[in-house]
Protein backbone atom coordinates (compact mmCIF):
# COMPACT_ATOMS: atom_id res chain seq x y z
CA UNK A 1 0.00 0.00 0.00
CA UNK A 2 1.33 3.20 -0.53
CA UNK A 3 0.77 6.17 1.93
CA UNK A 4 0.32 9.77 1.62
CA UNK A 5 2.24 11.80 3.75
CA UNK A 6 0.41 14.93 5.29
CA UNK A 7 0.87 18.48 3.05
CA UNK A 8 2.63 21.62 3.86
CA UNK A 9 3.69 24.46 1.75
CA UNK A 10 5.86 23.51 -1.11
CA UNK A 11 9.34 23.78 -0.60
CA UNK A 12 12.01 22.01 -0.85
CA UNK A 13 11.99 18.90 -1.02
CA UNK A 14 8.39 18.40 -0.61
CA UNK A 15 7.22 14.55 0.94
CA UNK A 16 4.78 13.05 -1.11
CA UNK A 17 4.60 9.30 0.13
CA UNK A 18 6.23 6.37 -0.04
CA UNK A 19 5.88 2.62 -1.07
CA UNK A 20 6.93 -0.71 -0.34
CA UNK A 21 10.69 1.43 1.16
CA UNK A 22 10.42 3.81 -1.80
CA UNK A 23 10.42 7.24 -1.13
CA UNK A 24 8.72 9.73 -3.58
CA UNK A 25 9.01 13.48 -3.31
CA UNK A 26 8.54 16.50 -4.99
CA UNK A 27 12.22 18.98 -5.53
CA UNK A 28 12.66 22.40 -6.75
CA UNK A 29 16.42 21.94 -7.96
CA UNK A 30 17.38 21.35 -11.68
CA UNK A 31 18.88 18.73 -13.09
CA UNK A 32 21.98 19.95 -12.65
CA UNK A 33 21.74 20.47 -9.39
CA UNK A 34 20.19 17.05 -8.00
CA UNK A 35 22.70 14.83 -6.79
CA UNK A 36 20.32 11.12 -7.92
CA UNK A 37 22.09 8.25 -9.79
CA UNK A 38 19.03 8.55 -12.61
CA UNK A 39 18.28 12.04 -13.71
CA UNK A 40 15.17 11.73 -16.21
CA UNK A 41 14.31 14.17 -19.32
CA UNK A 42 11.98 14.21 -21.40
CA UNK A 43 12.54 15.67 -24.96
CA UNK A 44 10.32 16.56 -27.90
CA UNK A 45 11.15 16.03 -31.50
CA UNK A 46 11.48 19.68 -31.54
CA UNK A 47 10.24 22.56 -28.77
CA UNK A 48 6.61 24.12 -28.62
CA UNK A 49 6.33 26.55 -31.28
CA UNK A 50 9.62 25.68 -32.44
CA UNK A 51 10.95 27.59 -29.89
CA UNK A 52 14.54 27.24 -29.19
CA UNK A 53 15.59 25.50 -25.47
CA UNK A 54 14.82 27.72 -22.76
CA UNK A 55 15.28 27.23 -18.77
CA UNK A 56 16.97 23.96 -17.25
CA UNK A 57 16.86 22.38 -20.75
CA UNK A 58 18.68 24.99 -21.85
CA UNK A 59 21.31 25.40 -19.22
CA UNK A 60 21.84 21.12 -19.55
CA UNK A 61 22.61 21.59 -22.91
CA UNK A 62 25.23 23.68 -22.14
CA UNK A 63 26.43 21.85 -19.74
CA UNK A 64 26.84 19.34 -21.90
CA UNK A 65 28.26 21.31 -24.82
CA UNK A 66 25.22 20.99 -27.20
CA UNK A 67 24.59 17.81 -27.09
CA UNK A 68 20.65 17.97 -26.79
CA UNK A 69 20.52 19.53 -29.56
CA UNK A 70 23.26 17.84 -31.25
CA UNK A 71 21.53 14.42 -30.91
CA UNK A 72 18.15 15.64 -32.52
CA UNK A 73 19.97 17.24 -35.15
CA UNK A 74 21.94 14.50 -36.58
CA UNK A 75 19.26 11.99 -35.72
CA UNK A 76 20.95 9.88 -33.36
CA UNK A 77 17.79 10.47 -30.99
CA UNK A 78 14.78 11.16 -33.07
CA UNK A 79 12.76 11.74 -29.68
CA UNK A 80 9.65 9.64 -30.85
CA UNK A 81 7.02 8.91 -28.18
CA UNK A 82 9.18 6.09 -26.03
CA UNK A 83 12.48 6.41 -27.73
CA UNK A 84 15.60 6.50 -24.52
CA UNK A 85 19.09 7.41 -25.06
CA UNK A 86 21.40 6.58 -21.92
CA UNK A 87 23.89 9.87 -21.30
CA UNK A 88 26.02 8.15 -18.80
CA UNK A 89 29.91 10.18 -19.73
CA UNK A 90 28.84 13.53 -17.77
CA UNK A 91 30.93 16.53 -16.99
CA UNK A 92 31.23 17.21 -13.19
CA UNK A 93 28.81 20.39 -13.65
CA UNK A 94 25.61 17.52 -13.65
CA UNK A 95 25.04 16.11 -9.89
CA UNK A 96 23.81 13.02 -11.58
CA UNK A 97 25.57 10.24 -11.83
CA UNK A 98 23.77 9.11 -15.69
CA UNK A 99 21.03 10.97 -17.85
CA UNK A 100 18.26 9.23 -19.64
CA UNK A 101 16.67 10.90 -22.19
CA UNK A 102 12.97 10.06 -23.38
CA UNK A 103 11.38 10.86 -26.23
CA UNK A 104 7.67 13.05 -25.68
CA UNK A 105 7.63 13.10 -29.53
CA UNK A 106 5.75 16.24 -30.93
CA UNK A 107 5.23 18.77 -28.72
CA UNK A 108 2.24 20.22 -30.40
CA UNK A 109 0.74 17.00 -30.28
CA UNK A 110 1.01 16.45 -26.92
CA UNK A 111 -1.37 15.24 -24.04
CA UNK A 112 -0.36 13.84 -20.64
CA UNK A 113 -0.77 10.67 -21.31
CA UNK A 114 2.61 10.86 -23.17
CA UNK A 115 4.34 11.78 -20.10
CA UNK A 116 2.31 9.22 -18.32
CA UNK A 117 4.37 6.35 -21.20
CA UNK A 118 7.99 8.28 -20.84
CA UNK A 119 7.15 7.78 -16.56
CA UNK A 120 6.81 3.67 -16.91
CA UNK A 121 9.83 3.67 -19.03
CA UNK A 122 11.76 5.54 -16.43
CA UNK A 123 10.43 3.52 -13.89
CA UNK A 124 11.39 0.21 -16.01
CA UNK A 125 15.10 1.33 -16.89
CA UNK A 126 15.86 2.45 -13.34
CA UNK A 127 14.99 -0.90 -11.91
CA UNK A 128 16.78 -2.54 -14.93
CA UNK A 129 19.74 -0.80 -14.02
CA UNK A 130 19.58 -1.03 -10.23
CA UNK A 131 19.65 2.29 -9.86
CA UNK A 132 19.10 3.78 -6.02
CA UNK A 133 17.35 7.48 -6.85
CA UNK A 134 15.72 9.07 -9.17
CA UNK A 135 14.86 12.57 -10.73
CA UNK A 136 12.12 12.88 -13.16
CA UNK A 137 12.33 16.15 -14.99
CA UNK A 138 9.91 15.89 -17.96
CA UNK A 139 10.37 19.85 -18.21
CA UNK A 140 7.30 20.03 -19.82
CA UNK A 141 7.04 24.32 -19.19
CA UNK A 142 10.72 24.93 -20.90
CA UNK A 143 9.78 22.82 -23.92
CA UNK A 144 6.58 25.69 -24.02
CA UNK A 145 3.74 23.34 -23.04
CA UNK A 146 1.32 25.86 -20.80
CA UNK A 147 -0.59 24.93 -17.98
CA UNK A 148 -3.52 25.39 -19.69
CA UNK A 149 -2.63 21.59 -21.60
CA UNK A 150 -1.13 19.80 -18.40
CA UNK A 151 -4.24 19.42 -16.33
CA UNK A 152 -3.93 15.84 -14.83
CA UNK A 153 -0.31 15.24 -15.42
CA UNK A 154 0.70 14.22 -12.22
CA UNK A 155 -1.99 11.46 -11.63
CA UNK A 156 -1.33 10.12 -14.56
CA UNK A 157 2.78 10.02 -14.32
CA UNK A 158 1.89 8.72 -10.81
CA UNK A 159 -0.25 6.31 -11.80
CA UNK A 160 1.95 4.81 -14.19
CA UNK A 161 4.98 5.05 -11.89
CA UNK A 162 2.74 2.37 -9.62
CA UNK A 163 1.92 0.54 -12.63
CA UNK A 164 5.19 -0.42 -13.51
CA UNK A 165 6.51 -1.14 -9.86
CA UNK A 166 4.10 -3.32 -8.77
CA UNK A 167 4.08 -5.05 -12.11
CA UNK A 168 8.10 -5.48 -11.52
CA UNK A 169 7.12 -6.97 -7.69
CA UNK A 170 5.28 -9.86 -8.61
CA UNK A 171 8.04 -10.99 -10.23
CA UNK A 172 10.42 -10.92 -7.15
CA UNK A 173 10.95 -11.76 -3.53
CA UNK A 174 13.72 -9.58 -2.71
CA UNK A 175 13.21 -5.85 -1.99
CA UNK A 176 13.84 -2.85 -4.83
CA UNK A 177 17.06 -1.13 -5.79
CA UNK A 178 15.07 1.86 -5.84
CA UNK A 179 14.74 4.19 -2.42
CA UNK A 180 13.91 7.55 -4.01
CA UNK A 181 12.10 8.93 -6.62
CA UNK A 182 11.77 12.76 -6.76
CA UNK A 183 9.55 14.45 -9.37
CA UNK A 184 10.80 17.86 -10.83
CA UNK A 185 8.63 20.82 -9.56
CA UNK A 186 7.48 20.88 -12.93
CA UNK A 187 5.35 18.45 -13.94
CA UNK A 188 2.27 20.70 -14.08
CA UNK A 189 2.02 24.50 -12.39
CA UNK A 190 5.01 24.20 -9.62
CA UNK A 191 2.81 26.03 -7.15
CA UNK A 192 0.27 22.55 -7.12
CA UNK A 193 2.27 19.94 -8.10
CA UNK A 194 2.64 18.60 -4.67
CA UNK A 195 -1.01 18.43 -3.38
CA UNK A 196 -2.08 17.11 -7.21
CA UNK A 197 0.56 14.19 -6.08
CA UNK A 198 -0.45 13.60 -2.60
CA UNK A 199 -4.25 13.61 -4.20
CA UNK A 200 -2.73 10.75 -7.00
CA UNK A 201 -1.24 8.66 -3.73
CA UNK A 202 -3.88 9.25 -1.93
CA UNK A 203 -7.11 8.35 -4.18
CA UNK A 204 -5.32 6.09 -6.81
CA UNK A 205 -2.81 4.24 -5.96
CA UNK A 206 -4.06 2.86 -2.78
Known amino acids: ?12 PVQIGHWHG ?17 CVIGLFTQQANGRPLSGSLHLLDR ?13 LFHAKEGDTMLLSSLPATIAARAVLLIGLGDADAWTPSVTGVAAAVAMREALRLG ?5 FAPLLQDSG ?9 AATIFANVLRVLKMHGQDRQEGFSLRRWTFSSGLEWKDITPDLLRDAARNILT
Do not use: C, K, W, Y
Open 63 to 75: ALTGALEAVRSDG
Open 145 to 153: IGPERTAGT
Open 131 to 135: MASVF
Open 1 to 12: MITSDAGGASHQ
Open 22 to 38: IEFDVDTRSPLEFPAEF
